[in-house]
């Protein structure tokens, strides 16, 4: 299968997204400081919400493959030394690093979060047009509409990228988009990939089609198995949500409804491993290919 990623392509980051305040000098100097709660987008990181990751493994990865992602990198008090490689890499990519306590890292991240010290506060990601990932012309591609839980974009990205999908182009409707929670899914995927996102699914489905590609809508029940799909062309696989699967005017437009013959009592897998069964298999079928000629 060829190799359409662009191994030397960093992810792009909205640096021109306000900064959030810097703090005051805390008053005493025996106490450590708490993380901010006052200012507007640090309000919208606390608890719950999208731009704040946390946990070590997370946080270096995107230090060590991404640092211009992270906009401000909190540390727990007195583990300076600790993350002291983490701390430089941010800061060597335009971020700034805060210190901050125990009840400071339950504001960022919720008391029940597993935060081991250290959290991050995301800048915005800045999507790729699609006009300029079909330049290159990556096949497979992989196109999602209607996931709206962020690990299951996450693990659909780790098994794609992993499969040697280069692309993947996102809906902007009824789809979520690269929040923490779909990174820390993906387990770095989701630096390899170059990622667009579209308005209206049926229009980007007749561009990628005038672009050459075939679109295989990947559905339970399709009327072509991923075994019997034609691998030698260029192909567009969509998949849907995880509730309801691709919608019918997807379907209508797809050159083939591709299922995945099931062998138990269940009717269909999770889109995550649907997506990942699908590319993995024309993978498989397109190195055969390769291999025989």
């Known amino acids: ?48 919400d999208r731009e704040i990751v946390y946990g070590v493994e997370p946080i270096r990865e995107l230090a060590a493959t991404a640092p211009g992602s992270i906009r401000v990198l909190y540390v727990k008090s007195g583990d300076e030394r600790r993350f002291a490689a983490e701390i430089d890499l941010v800061r060597s990519g335009g971020g700034r690093v805060e210190f901050a306590d125990q009840a400071g890292f339950e504001r ?20 790729t047009p699609l006009e300029e990932i079909l330049i290159d012309q990556p096949d497979p591609i992989v196109l999602v509409d209607g996931v709206t839980d962020p690990r299951n974009l996450g693990a659909l990205m780790r098994s794609a990228e992993g499969a040697g999908v280069g692309a993947i182009v996102i809906a902007r409707d009824r789809t979520v988009g690269i929040t923490p929670a779909a990174v ?89 491993v649907a997506a990942a069964v699908a590319l993995f298999e024309i993978a498989r079928r397109r190195s055969a290919a390769k291999a025989a000629v």
């Open 108 to 127: 960022l991240a919720g008391p029940a979060a597993r935060h081991q010290g250290i959290a991050a506060l995301m800048r915005e990601y800045e999507y």
């Open 184 to 272: 820390k899914s993906s387990a770095g995927a989701w630096i390899h990939l170059r990622i667009a996102r579209c308005g209206n699914v049926a229009r980007t489905i007749e561009q990628l089609k005038a672009a050459g590609y075939w679109i295989a809508a990947l559905a339970p029940g399709g009327d072509t198995s991923i075994y019997a799909l034609d691998t030698s062309r260029k192909l567009a696989i969509v998949v849907g949500s995880e509730e309801r699967g691709v919608r019918e005017i997807v379907k209508k437009g797809a050159d083939f409804v591709v299922g995945i013959p099931m062998r138990g009592k269940v009717g269909s897998l999770n889109v995550s």
């Open 1 to 48: 299968m060829r190799d359409f990623r662009d191994k030397g392509r960093k992810p792009r980051f909205n640096r021109n997204a306000p900064n959030p305040p810097r703090r005051p000098p805390p008053a005493s100097t025996a106490k450590p400081a708490a993380a901010p709660a006052s200012s507007h987008d640090e309000r919208r990181a606390s608890g719950h």
